[in-house]
């Protein structure tokens, strides 16, 4: 059973910077997994960030940012703002299946 | 502008069947997959599959097979999520989501179905 594994929590300061990860228990992430970043609010659905590990969406505020980093996904948000407190979940393809990680919550603190 | 319109909210009683839908506007419904998900109370984002809306194949997580099917009506540009022997462990919202080339960008508003006795 494939496993995703992000952060369960991290908490940044408004103004700072942090940056999410997004882990594969079959080895390291690449362009292949086709990562997707979602951010999810309490009562919402979720809003789609990123896809393909580092592609925007027309919506997505310019302080979200993906990459691959160290063999793993991952979102950096830079200038963090109060209204980016939310779940963020990462989301891997593997061969015809997706799998999404588990969450982080993010506390702007 | 891009939509998925879901249906509503529903209370089912152990041993029974629901329906979900999954409304498309705005775009041309057989040119996009769509992805249902599964989110239980308080807990994270499962993906429970997909289907092709140009040939209505489907495709199943593990875990939800045998009594979750998913089908379509093109006509309507509408896909639906069926779950018969309703358990009260089947409690959560159940989003609908479209992809293209492995970009899901547009997520319906989730349907909650609360099974209880």
Redesign the interface.
């Known amino acids: 059973q494939t496993v995703v594994t992000q952060e369960p929590s991290l908490t940044v300061s408004p103004g700072g910077t942090v940056t999410l990860t997004c882990a594969s228990s079959t080895g390291a992430v690449t362009n292949g997994y086709y990562p997707n970043w979602f951010q999810q609010k309490p009562g919402q659905a979720p809003r789609p960030l990123i896809f393909g590990a580092s592609n925007k969406h027309s919506w997505t505020p310019a302080r979200f940012s993906g990459s691959l980093l160290g063999g793993k996904a991952a979102l950096t948000l830079s200038g963090v703002q109060p209204e980016d407190e939310a779940e963020y979940y990462c989301l891997l393809y593997y061969s015809g299946a997706w799998v999404f990680g588990g969450g982080t919550k993010l506390a702007v603190l | 502008q891009v939509q998925l319109v879901q249906s509503g909210s529903e209370l089912k009683k152990p041993g029974a069947s629901v329906k979900v839908s999954c409304k498309a506007s705005g775009y041309t419904f057989t040119s996009y997959a769509v992805?249902w998900?599964r989110q239980a109370p308080g807990q994270?984002?499962?993906?429970m599959?997909?289907i092709n809306t140009y040939t209505g194949n489907p495709?199943y997580?593990?875990g939800f097979t045998g009594r979750f099917v998913f089908s379509l009506d093109t006509s309507v540009s509408t896909a639906y999520l069926q779950i018969s022997s309703l358990k009260t462990e089947d409690t959560a919202v159940y989003?609908c989501?479209r992809e293209q080339s492995?970009?899901?960008?547009?997520?319906?508003?989730?349907t909650l179905v609360t099974v209880s006795s």
Not at chain 2, 44 to 47: H, R, S, V
């Open positions: 992805n998900v994270g984002l499962e993906w599959g997909w495709t997580a593990q989003y989501a492995a970009d899901i960008d547009s997520w319906g508003q989730g």
